[in-house]
């Protein structure tokens, strides 16, 4: 033992610097000490400055003696000041002991640096994604040039592949595969009995063209863009417009859209298409992701949390156009550079920028050409006789002068207090009608006055309406004293009998000779809610003798307040708002008569008669508008006008937000103005600026990136595709991340294919997702058996990552609860429009509940396909979860795939399983007759698409006739065989 | 295995069988789940399922039970005792800058509306409504200075319980039991027990598994309910199944799939779906058991005051119902850790709404958490006095926290307003020092007195994961190209509460 160590130490070679040190520095020095920054003025890749510069504490090295080297020291404390590679550096990652011990011990062996060594950042850019996609020449001969590339490199590992698989087998894949659902007993026996050798071919172009392939597609591309019919987060209100773009998809899927196209649309589809309702309706991708209601309706943009919200619902774009069509984790670089990819932090900002205009919102649409083109008109002619009335009416103005400003701004007020949301104060509520409560004004100073108005309010709450928490008896005082302890005088005590007709009428209180600068009303015996009490008064006013309201706009103190929003508050006591004032005689009425009046007097003769006709013409428009087809709305990334906190962009006609580059990602960090534009990675080949004009519009910057993410130069949407495409057929992509194409995700498996395949979907099939299909499935990598046993095979490539045979696929739960609807003879196939709900709403007026356990599991419109499911967030439907559905909260480029106790109790006790297997029976029943045999032979025929054997036949009428016929067929829906196709 | 691999920066050769297990079960796309859920048995690990996986760290506690204050307790009424808020009550609030609080709650200063009293060696001083956790202050170690990144509901529950503020992301327990699996396959790893009057904000996204294998997900389970777990039972569509059809139609079904597994003998996942049905068998019995309150004794009961069981509740919140379902709670939390359960969270309070049925207090700090807290207490108290007379409380770390705290200043009165910049957390324990306070506010309870270094979410985990034996940069999973970890980039263990 011994003298192995000691010879091991004796032989210990020194450090190799060009081998061991060198590769080091590249990796965790250089960003920022190398040939492109110098920090400090230090570097590391070239000796003299290495061994003698640097401002602070030159030489950091000092050959022979870490001890003394500060590197060493900088490397080596994680608490130092000057800690290196800094937390926040764009490497992160400190040096572990053995690296810091290997730099020390380099340091003290001399600090070795030969002349020729040389060290070099390896250049990010230079990685397989993003090469330029090559077209490979095919290896060997074959129909199918997929084949020539997989078997090249199964012979190359002395592999080869197995057999075809039986046609009954082929079969019920391809039919799961391209249209997510078993093919009928039937169509398996017509398949296996056909004898064309062209049959294979004809039954994938025919399932190719069934609308039921689109749907299937859809699904896993919903997965992808994370698609859900809620927001998500808290108060997760439901979507009941994002469906027309679960729709498109469908629909763009099943007309094989260009695939080209298909991103563009998504991106950008109004400005690139105008007029179609593939162009609108696709822009749901953009609003696909989670949205924080809150942060968005209740924090406006000012405040730091409302900041935080905007700018992740702008990740949440930014991550989903780029992860969708590039495979790129641009997200990765919002707090600091991409730390294994080249993506600098600024080009993480840049691409916020490109959808820095737009929020998620509904957004309505005329989905026919023609009643767009005729809307438009209609709008413009609106807009102008609106602009020519504008004209009169400015004319008018500065005609009439004072008395119309005057009387405009009498019927501004008159309309708000009508339909205005400022209701009034309100009191805490009270459990006793005799808990006393007070309001009072603060005139500001001491004044004279003649008359206290009280104004009632309305409020529907229990049916109150008019008069609403006037109460029951209630005195008003004065005083000087805003505690009201001294030189109180009591002006008036009254109750409720004093309310008029109708009960918002005003309360006038005569005051002769009161003088005070606080004036309290104090409700001694409260108003009756329900089973409650409260005080609730619209508007306080204390008249003087020149009829001037001087409590307007003063300060309101009181005993206490519910201060809800604008709803209920102090200060709208004294806001000029009120029932009342917006319905008193000669309110507004007599105002527009007065208003009418002095245009008359005004005005010229022609005037008036163009002012007619401009009317005339006016409501024609609006007629023939309101005639057009009603127009659809989709829930899309737009530019939003709205009110409150959540104002989008519209009122500033959709101008983009600026957008700063935020240290550490934190919105109270922010940085240089940065301006929309495309990954700077593939610059020059491909440039990442746009060419924008500077009035351009919005959608221009999201036209540029839809562009970008096009063009034929592009490598990496082409090549994120056809993977994607390669992944759902196989189980596995040739990149098994298809959300990854960096250094965190994995590397092709068969790059020569994934290259080819993407030169050739891109350049000879025009982007024809059908014809990838196509070429795929009638492949015989495809189509060989997945139940081979080949122990070589097995040895070497166990992950079957070379596919020397089919993998056998575990269904999906869409796909999984579709067969079972299938079976049973259940499935509803119709297409489109709203989703099934398999769910009851509770309290949807705050923060819904969505009560899975409360709906009907045998509710026939549930029957639908589960592609048609109303998708919830915050509640994720608890079968489909325990079946590994999609977390619409997250991209989701791969399912999970889970076994589990819970799984297997979903299975076995769910409502819908058991609801299925019970119509099941009762199918199977009305179709083979009351023979439990033929039962049973029928039950597995329809689940499993082939004959049952002798035992499972004997097994299953034994079995039958002890439990019943539901009972069996519950079994077999249970089976491994149903949920695993070969 | 590189891409998916748990532990991938750690990993320590294993038995070749078990990797190669997993690779067939998915690719590491349910491996190590499964292999928590049904590596025992079927492969003989030579590992003991009670010890980590991977111990980076040696373990101090085996389990968490979590109770999570949904809608954000006020520190300042229950345990941040400030009594300058007593001197300067009434008078208006300065806090020396300009503050963005969430409704602009901003009015005077608002004293503890609850008296202190000091407890234990310690001295703790305790807000009156939480006395009875007096008796456990010399356990418990409390964190003053907490911080939140967001001042909204949502996004700050979602950052304390998964440790980021978007949706999307793995629950704590779904870590703890992907990282350390199941100590009792016959039971869920992580459970949930939600407010008895439904879900706090984000609902299942606070304890769902997210990227992680599906079972890492917290099982919701309802204490009292008829069913406690979703699809124990047959659903009442299924009145054609009976215990005799239930018990041959498992053995049918595990004689037809193994006939067909027979044929396809490489693919391990046709056995492990038996399996599961088998472990499935188990839990239908184990489950119901493990939350049957009715086999605690009479002493037991009284402990947690669950030996009277009012029939009905009022409408409004009261004393009487919060003690009640909070305790309930705590005792379906203590006997399912007895049974093995890694991770239990207890929420207490809804999600937000009209009237109010959680921590929210903007409008009357006394009317709603005046019987919360006292509920909490009341059970937490009895659970901390319970796992102590079992000799559990030395291995089951018990953490107190909700999103954010509340502000010193009053809103309309007697409410207050959320305080995301300070709030108070505490812990007990599972390895944790007793009777200390570590981190203190400010004068008001405003913000962290050492503004610089305050206690965060990521420090509240890192620690957690640190007594369960998991350094807690390394337990990680790979998704859209980041190693993703509870603590996302952040934390720090707080060594000063460790014992």
């Known amino acids: ?982 | 295995m590189r891409n998916d691999s748990p532990f991938h920066r750690m990993t320590a050769p294993r038995a070749l069988s078990r990797r190669d297990f997993l690779w067939q079960t998915g690719g590491g796309l349910g491996g190590v789940a499964l292999a928590s859920m049904l590596g025992r048995d079927a492969f003989a690990l030579a590992d003991d399922a009670l010890a980590p996986a991977m111990p980076a760290v040696a373990p101090k506690a085996k389990r968490v039970v979590q109770l999570f204050m949904s809608g954000a307790a006020s520190h300042l009424d229950l345990f941040d005792f400030k009594p300058d808020l007593i001197r300067y009550d009434g008078k208006p609030s300065d806090f020396g800058e300009k503050v963005e609080a969430f409704q602009d709650g901003l009015g005077p200063w608002l004293r503890p509306v609850w008296d202190f009293k000091p407890y234990g060696q310690c001295g703790k001083m305790l807000g009156e409504t939480v006395a009875e956790l007096g008796a456990h202050v010399d356990d418990i170690a409390f964190i003053h200075n907490v911080t939140s990144r967001s001042g909204v509901h949502s996004t700050a529950t979602m950052l304390a319980s998964t440790g980021f503020q978007l949706p999307g992301f793995p629950g704590a327990g779904c870590w703890v039991s992907y990282g350390l699996g199941s100590m009792n396959e016959n039971l869920p790893t992580f459970v949930v027990l939600p407010d008895h009057r439904g879900m706090p904000s984000n609902g299942v996204k606070n304890w769902d598994s997210a990227f992680l294998p599906n079972q890492h997900s917290g099982t919701v389970i309802y204490p009292g309910a008829e069913s406690p777990m979703a699809d124990l039972h047959p659903h009442a569509a299924g009145r054609f199944v009976r215990e005799a059809s239930e018990r041959d139609a498992q053995e049918l079904l595990a004689h037809l799939n193994r006939t067909h597994a027979e044929a396809r003998p490489d693919d391990a996942r046709l056995d492990a779906r038996i399996r599961s049905y088998e472990l499935a068998a188990r839990m239908q019995l184990s489950a119901p058991e493990a939350v049957d309150m009715k086999a605690e004794p009479e002493h037991v009961l009284r402990l947690y005051g669950l030996d009277r069981n009012p029939e009905t509740w009022d409408k409004d919140i009261n004393d009487t119902e919060e003690s009640y379902v909070f305790a309930q709670k705590c005792l379906t939390a203590r006997r399912l850790l007895e049974r093995g359960v890694r991770f239990v969270q207890v929420w207490s309070g809804n999600d937000n709404s009209f009237p109010r049925r959680n921590w929210d207090s903007h409008e009357d700090i006394r009317r709603d958490h005046g019987p919360l807290s006292r509920g909490m207490a009341r059970g937490a108290a009895a659970l901390i006095a319970d796992l102590k007379q079992r000799g559990m409380l030395e291995d089951t770390l018990v953490i107190w926290t909700t999103e954010f705290g509340r502000m010193p200043s009053s809103q309309s009165g007697k409410g207050r307003d959320h305080n995301p910049f300070v709030y108070t957390n505490w812990m007990c324990g599972g390895g944790i020092r007793g009777g200390v306070t570590h981190g203190e506010s400010d004068q008001w309870g405003y913000k962290p007195l050492d503004r610089r270094n305050p206690t965060t979410t990521y420090d509240i985990h890192a620690t957690m994961l640190h007594l369960l034996g998991i350094d807690h940069t390394k337990l990680t999973w790979r998704h859209n190209g980041a190693d993703r970890r509870l603590t996302d980039v952040h934390g720090h263990v707080i060594a000063p509460i460790v014992a």
């Open chain 1, 1 to 982: 033992m011994w003298p192995v160590l000691a010879l091991h130490l004796a032989l210990t070679p020194p450090v190799d610097f060009e081998r061991e040190i060198a590769p080091l520095f590249a990796a965790k020095c250089l960003a920022c000490h190398g040939p492109n920054k110098q920090r400090s003025g230090f570097r590391l890749d070239v000796r003299s400055i290495a061994l003698e510069g640097g401002e602070y504490s030159a030489p950091n090295i000092r050959p022979g003696d870490a001890d003394a080297s500060p590197l060493a020291h900088y490397i080596a404390d994680a608490d130092h000041d000057m800690a290196m590679p800094p937390k926040s550096g764009r490497t992160g990652a400190r040096m572990t002991a053995e690296e810091v011990a290997l730099i020390r011990r380099w340091i003290d062996e001399g600090a070795v640096w030969p002349d020729s060594a040389s060290v070099a950042v390896a250049d990010q850019r230079d990685w397989w994604s993003l090469e330029p996609i090559a077209r490979p020449e095919v290896p060997g001969g074959g129909s199918n040039p997929i084949d020539g590339f997989v078997r090249a490199r199964l012979q190359a590992a002395g592999l080869a592949m197995a057999p075809e698989a039986d046609a009954r087998t082929l079969c019920r894949r391809v039919y799961f595969d391209l249209t997510g659902l078993p093919p009928t007993p039937e169509e398996v026996d017509a398949f296996v009995a056909d004898e064309d050798p062209a049959k294979y071919a004809r039954l994938v172009d025919r399932l190719l063209a069934s609308p039921r392939y689109g749907e299937r597609w859809a699904r896993h591309w919903l997965d992808v863009v994370h698609y859900a019919d809620t927001h998500g987060y808290d108060k997760d209100k439901p979507r009941e417009h994002a469906w027309p773009y679960r729709d498109y998809v469908i629909r763009a899927l099943n007309a094989d859209t260009p695939y080209p196209r298909f991103v563009q649309e998504q991106i950008a589809g109004d400005a690139l298409f105008p007029g179609t309702r593939d162009g609108v309706e696709a822009l749901g991708f953009i609003a696909a992701g989670p949205w924080d209601f809150i942060g968005h309706e209740e924090v406006p943009e000012e405040k730091i949390d409302g900041q935080f919200a905007r700018h992740f619902d702008r990740d949440d774009m930014v991550g989903n156009a780029l992860g969708t069509f590039a495979s790129t984790t641009v997200q990765c670089a919002q707090c600091h550079d991409h730390k294994f990819d080249p993506i600098p932090q600024e080009d993480y900002y840049a691409l916020q920028s490109v959808f820095a205009a737009v929020d998620r919102a509904d957004k309505r649409f005329d989905p026919a050409p023609e009643v767009a083109a005729e809307r438009s008109a209609l709008g413009d002619l609106r807009t102008r006789l609106v602009e020519e009335r504008r004209a009169l009416d400015a004319a008018f103005a500065a005609a009439a002068g004072a008395e119309l400003a005057g009387i405009d701004a009498g019927i501004a007020r008159a309309e708000r207090s009508g339909a205005a949301p400022e209701f009034g104060y309100h009191s805490e509520i009270a459990m006793d009608a005799a808990a006393a409560k007070w309001v009072q004004v603060d005139l500001g100073a001491s004044h004279a006055f003649n008359t206290v108005v009280l104004l009632p309010c309305r409020d529907d709450y229990n049916g109150i309406g008019d008069g609403f928490g006037f109460p029951m008896e209630f005195r008003v005082e004065s005083s000087d004293d805003a505690e009201f302890t001294r030189d109180v005088v009591t002006l008036a005590r009254g109750t409720d009998a004093m309310l008029g007709t109708p009960r918002t009428a005003p309360v006038a209180i005569d005051t002769p000779g009161a003088m005070a600068r606080f004036v309290r009303v104090t409700a001694t015996t409260l108003a009756p809610r329900s089973g409650d009490f409260i005080f609730a008064l619209a508007e306080l006013q204390v008249i003087d003798a020149a009829a001037r309201n001087l409590a307007e706009g003063q300060p309101v103190a009181s005993l206490d307040s519910i201060e809800m929003g604008e709803r209920w508050r102090r200060t709208n006591l004294t806001d000029g708002i009120a029932p009342a004032l917006a319905a008193a005689p000669g309110g507004i009425d007599g105002l527009r008569a007065r208003r009418d009046e002095l245009r008359r007097r005004t005005e010229t003769e022609s005037t008036a008669q163009r002012r007619g006709e401009i009317e005339r013409e006016l409501a024609q428009a609006e007629s023939a508008i309101a005639a057009l087809p009603p127009q659809q709305t989709v829930y899309a990334g737009t530019v939003h006008t709205g009110a409150g906190a959540f104002r989008g962009t519209g009122a500033n006609g959709g101008r983009p937000r600026e957008i700063r580059v935020l240290a550490r990602g934190q919105v109270t960090a922010p940085g240089a103005v940065v301006q929309p534009a495309a990954l700077s990675v593939l610059d020059p080949l491909l440039p990442s600026r746009f060419e924008l004009a500077a009035d351009a519009p919005e959608s221009a910057r999201r036209t540029a990136l839809a562009q970008w993410l096009t063009d034929p130069r592009n490598p990496l949407p082409w090549r994120s595709i056809v993977n994607r495409v390669w992944h759902y057929h196989f189980g596995r992509g040739i990149v098994d991340t298809p959300n990854d194409f960096g250094r965190m995700g994995g590397a092709p498996s068969h790059p020569e294919l994934l290259d080819w395949l993407a030169a050739t979907f891109r350049d000879d099939m025009g982007g024809s997702l059908k014809s990838l299909h196509r070429l795929i499935v009638t492949s015989a990598a495809y189509r060989q058996r997945a139940d081979h046993a080949d122990p070589v095979a097995e040895s070497q490539d166990r992950d079957n990552r070379l596919l020397w045979r089919a993998n056998a696929r575990k269904l999906e739960a869409e796909a999984l609860r579709d067969a079972v609807l299938a079976v049973s003879g259940s499935l509803d196939l119709s297409m489109g429009g709203p989703g099934y709900r398999d769910f009851v709403i509770e309290q949807p007026e705050h923060s819904p509940h969505y009560r899975y356990d409360l709906a009907d599991p045998g509710d026939a419109s549930t029957f639908r396909r589960s592609v048609y499911r109303f998708i919830v967030r915050s509640q994720m439907q608890p079968f489909m979860t325990a079946l590994d559905c999609a977390d619409p909260s997250q991209r989701v480029d791969r399912r999970n795939q889970s076994l589990s106790p819970n799984q297997a109790l979903a299975y076995l006790n769910n409502g819908f399983m058991l609801t299925q297997a019970a119509r099941f029976a009762e199918r199977v029943r009305r179709e083979a007759g009351d023979d439990a045999g033929a039962q049973a032979a029928h039950a597995l025929r329809l689940a499993l698409g082939r004959a049952a054997t002798d035992d499972e036949r004997v097994r299953l009428v034994d079995f039958t006739r002890t439990h019943g016929l539901e009972n069996t067929c519950r079994v077999i829906l249970n089976l491994n065989e149903f949920t695993f196709v070969d």
